[in-house]
């Protein structure tokens, strides 16, 4: 089985870099990302840590810069290991967090972003 399968999702994603804090009450643990995509529902991440599969997070998402950050918990619902390709790269993974609590005012913003990146990109 490929790839095929895990994008058939409720909600439709677009690639988008932003940034992106990840954190974990219990370990103390803050990482800081890029997005690779980006839905309603959810996002991809690809972080240098494995936090750990169904393990709730912490998310700080900075879709603007000059904008309060979009504040929510997750939970953690794939993690894909990447193998580094060269010797001066490290290991990381692809991590899928959803969404658990996203305020429907931060539901609409992301998903105007994405409706806007649908339509310039079609």
């Known amino acids: 089985m490929g790839w095929e399968g895990i994008d ?10 932003c940034l992106i804090k990840v954190s974990q009450e219990e370990t103390g643990k ?4 890029y997005t690779h995509n ?4 959810g996002i991809c991440v ?11 997070v912490n998310i700080e998402l900075f879709l ?12 953690i619902v794939w993690i894909v290991r990447r193998h580094p390709t060269t010797s001066a790269e490290t290991e990381s993974f ?8 996203l305020m429907q005012e931060d ?6 972003l994405i409706n806007n990146i649908l339509t310039t990109e079609s």
């Open 30 to 33: 803050v990482l800081e990302a």
């Open 64 to 75: 603007e810069e000059d904008k309060n950050p979009i504040s929510c918990e997750g939970v």
């Open 8 to 17: 058939k999702r409720k909600f439709p994603r677009v690639r988008y870099k």
């Open 38 to 41: 980006l839905g309603s529902g």
């Open 94 to 101: 692809d991590t899928g967090v959803e969404f658990t609590d």
């Open 107 to 112: 539901k609409d913003k992301i998903n105007n």
């Open 46 to 56: 690809i972080l240098d840590q494995n936090l750990g599969l169904f393990q709730k």
